[in-house]
T-cell receptor, first 113, second 115 residues
């Protein structure tokens, strides 16, 4: 049973560029949440997707957007990258109709130069 | 708004010693509470969780945590630490009353284990 997978593992971009990160949820899960973890900090909630719609959003600007596909996989897009967007981006999956735990992927390390 | 405080940024213990990592939360009702562990460069692994019922919960790797409503705390304990326990530990709170919750994390406690 595959867990949560994320790609790519590492990414280097320059300021002003755009980036897309990808996440495949754990088998049987239908909900995907994205978190940003800056160096030395705990993860911060960005948004959550279910049924291809954004259900909840944290305190992040509109430069952060996402998408969920019919197979429940998800993308996180960040436009107009800033140096402060450098972080580990974590994807977590869960099953909406239960109080199931959120299972995290290994993350994508984004460096903005 | 929900929040989590982990008062200890860094803790050092000797291998074989007992461990307690502190976590205090702020939430308007009974929350969902979690402890996750993160090894360097890795994602988060769930150690244990509390949703309801018995306030002492057992997790993986010999960890346990106790929910104390009166103190708004959910401290993590282990009776005897192993060198492989060295990692960063995060306490998190989620909204109760159903699924589709978001997690709010503390800033983490880095655990160093001396031989």
């Amino acid at each position: 049973d595959a867990g949560v997978t994320q790609s790519p593992t590492h990414l280097i971009k320059t300021r002003g560029q755009q980036v897309t990160l990808r996440c495949s949820p754990k088998s049987g899960h239908d909900t995907v949440s994205w978190y940003q973890q800056a160096l030395g900090q705990g993860p911060q909630f960005i948004f959550q997707y279910y049924e291809e719609e954004e259900r909840q959003r944290g305190n992040f600007p509109d430069r952060f957007s996402g998408h969920q596909f019919p197979n429940y996989s998800s993308e996180l897009n960040v436009n107009a990258l800033l140096l402060g967007d450098s972080a580990l981006y974590l994807c977590a999956s869960s099953l909406l109709v239960t109080t199931d735990t959120q299972y995290f992927g290994p993350g994508t390390r984004l460096t903005v130069l | 708004a929900q929040s989590v405080t982990q008062p200890d940024i860094h803790i050092t213990v000797s291998e074989g010693a007992s461990l307690e990592l502190r976590c205090n939360y702020s939430y308007g009702a009974t929350p969902y509470l979690f402890w996750y562990v993160q090894s360097p460069g890795q994602g988060l692994q769930l150690l244990l969780k509390y949703f309801s019922g018995d306030t002492l919960v057992q997790g993986i790797k010999g960890f346990e945590a106790e929910f104390k409503r009166s103190q708004s705390s959910f401290n993590l304990r282990k009776p005897s630490v192993h060198w492989s326990d060295a990692a960063e530990y995060f306490c998190a709170v989620g909204r109760s009353g159903g699924s589709n919750y978001k997690l709010t994390f503390g800033k983490g406690t880095l655990l160093t284990v001396n031989p």
